[in-house]
């Protein structure tokens, strides 16, 4: 291969040549002694006795002789000159050939015609080729063969406009992969304006690509999945948005915390119609799920596993080779998996991964947000929910206060009040009065409560002689609705507890259960559990029973475990429950079958 680096063949003898040089300046000492000889010979032949032919002929000699030292000295400086240009020729070559190859940027010369005439170190390490290998015109063999035809045309129009152009490729690297270049490639002309050679670089912007592919896919992820506040909508997206960039099929799965195995529900995009290729399901999904590292998911790790590892017969029958599994946490707690899967010939590369996992971010701080949204949402509701409640509990004791007081007032004022009825209103007055005082009470229980600031006042005292105390305050009222107390287990409980907060307990619970429990008896027990460290209360009604789907929500505030309409109450009794229980470190929980109790 021609090097574009070697100095020119110049045709002048003895300028590079030592032995051509050395006969030369032998040659400025025979001519003048020749010519004298020749000379000599002519005189003696055909004027032998002219005497100042020999002085010509001596003048002759010496003046060619000078002419010959002068010749020789003239020579030597051209010779000098030369070498000292061809040294510095050598040494700029040497410092352009480092400077060549000490850039990274792949770099090239070709002719004017655009044949390739020499490379950098830089382009023979990336491409793995020699410079023995001879390139050509095109460089095929390093073009991918789908951006070939296109880059050779672009090529082919720069190099007849004769000015700078500019082209991004992919390359072939030594390992086979391609990578992205932004090649620029700039005409040197000689004094007359000809293209003699142009010089070419190549910048490797794959790098640079790769992270503006990557922050524009983030970018539009980010917008669709801000776009709603809906989780059907955001699961979807989960489900389906990175397949054909970065996977071939992607599913969410939700589990149950404390059996992960157990799938609640999933999202997984149809894959056509084919009966290998339906929608996956919750059995499929499953299998899949049973083989995965749970304590390295709860890390919040990775996990890739093959279809073989596996052995689900479902991933086979889609052509699908690896999945990787990702956590799925909202609210710090871990509530299913991210499942991504991958076709023959792809695996999940540190890139890929990458992506994936800020993804997922994105993806699990949208379904955060979606979940605030709902719970803002709820509580909203909830909130009306109560100041219409709150208000109608409050208003209908003061309502029959007012009446009664008014009614008292008459009477005092037409001295027709007889003692007895004196007596019967002030008790009703006094009730009222009482049933307004428990429902602020509970209002200011559940303030103390949301800032943390309840206090207990733990005392030696006997868990069944308070619960005797309330049913004794409740013996009237349960008289009335035809309820009886059945109570087993009344011996001592001895315990450390605050006696006040101990009663409000028994008599929230109590009270729930001649709310929704009327005409039936209820069930009372107290025991002292195996570790002799606590003790349980049980109470049951025999009413309508609390529907299953409400049964995790009873205990939160302002929830009612029935809307029936006769039911009353703030749903703040239940609550208070939980905490003074909690705050005695103990624990309430609800056994219910709806229409039993």
């Not at 030594?174 to 090649?183: A, I, L, M, T």
């Not at 790769?210 to 669709?224: G, N």
Request: aromatic share 10%; with cysteine; hydrophobic share 40%.
């Amino acid at each position: 291969m021609k090097n574009f680096f070697q100095a020119p063949q110049f045709e002048f003898i003895g300028v590079r040549n030592d032995t051509a040089f050395k006969k030369l300046k032998r040659l400025t000492w025979i001519v003048p002694i020749l010519s004298a000889f020749c000379l000599s010979v002519f005189l003696w032949l055909y004027h032998p006795h002219i005497c100042w032919s020999w002085a010509l002929l001596g003048g002759y000699f010496f003046l060619t002789l000078a002419i010959t030292l002068l010749a020789r000295r003239f020579l030597n400086t051209l010779a000098q000159n030369f070498e000292l240009s061809h040294a510095h020729l050598k040494q700029s070559e040497e410092h352009f050939r480092l400077l060549a190859n000490s850039i990274p940027e792949l770099i090239s010369v070709s002719t004017g015609e655009g044949e390739a005439l020499w490379y950098n170190d830089a382009w023979y390490r990336y491409t793995g080729s020699s410079p023995n290998e001879k390139f050509g015109i095109n460089w095929r063999h390093v073009h991918h063969p789908n951006h070939f035809p296109v880059v050779f045309e672009k090529w082919k129009n720069g190099i007849q406009k004769g000015t700078d152009f500019e082209i991004q490729f992919p390359l072939k690297g030594s390992d086979g992969v391609y990578r992205r270049f932004h090649y620029r490639a700039t005409p040197i002309k000689d004094k007359k304006g000809k293209i003699t050679f142009w010089f070419g670089t190549c910048a490797d912007i794959e790098t640079e690509m790769t992270q503006v592919e990557d922050q524009r896919f983030l970018k539009e992820a980010t917008a669709a999945l801000n776009s709603s506040l809906e989780m059907e909508t955001i699961l979807r997206l989960s489900s389906d948005y990175t397949v054909n960039q970065w996977t071939d099929l992607s599913a969410v799965c939700f589990v149950v915390p404390e059996e992960p195995t157990r799938i609640i529900s999933h999202y997984a995009p149809s894959m056509g119609n084919s009966k290998a290729q339906e929608e996956i399901s919750i059995g499929q999904l499953s299998d899949l799920v049973s083989k995965i590292d749970w304590n390295l998911i709860r890390e919040g790790k990775w996990q890739i596993l093959s279809s073989k590892q596996v052995g689900v017969s479902f991933l086979g029958q889609m052509g699908l080779d690896f999945f990787a599994a990702h956590p799925l946490f909202l609210r710090n707690q871990l509530l299913g998996v991210y499942l991504f899967f991958l076709k023959s010939g792809k695996v999940f590369h540190p890139r890929r991964l990458k992506m994936l996992t800020e993804f997922t971010a994105l993806c699990t701080n949208s379904l955060n947000n979606a979940q605030l949204h709902l719970d803002l949402k709820e509580a909203v509701e909830t909130r009306d929910d109560f100041i219409s409640v709150a208000s109608h509990e409050l208003k209908t004791p003061l309502t029959s206060l007012q009446l009664q007081i008014q009614s008292l007032d008459r009477k005092i004022t037409a001295s027709s009040l007889k003692e007895s009825e004196l007596a019967g209103l002030t008790r009703f007055c006094v009730d009222q009065t009482l049933r307004i005082s428990h429902l602020i009470n509970q209002l200011f229980d559940t303030t103390q409560i949301r800032i943390g600031k309840i206090q207990l006042q733990k005392l030696q005292t006997n868990l069944s002689y308070h619960v005797e105390e309330v049913c004794r305050k409740f013996q009237s009222e349960a008289k009335a609705k035809g309820v009886g107390f059945e109570w087993s287990g009344n011996e001592a409980i001895i315990g450390c507890w605050d006696p006040l907060r101990l009663e409000q307990i028994i008599t929230n619970l109590l009270s729930n259960a001649l709310k929704y429990g009327a005409g039936k008896p209820i069930s009372i027990k107290t025991k002292v559990l195996d570790n002799q460290t606590h003790a349980m209360l049980s109470i049951r009604d025999r009413g309508c029973g609390i529907p299953e789907s409400m049964q995790s929500k009873i205990f939160e505030r302002f929830s009612r475990g029935s809307a029936e309409p006769h039911t009353r109450g703030l749903g703040l009794g239940l609550f208070i429950c939980r905490q003074l229980v909690q705050a005695h470190r103990g624990k309430i929980e609800v056994k219910s079958t709806l229409g039993e109790g």
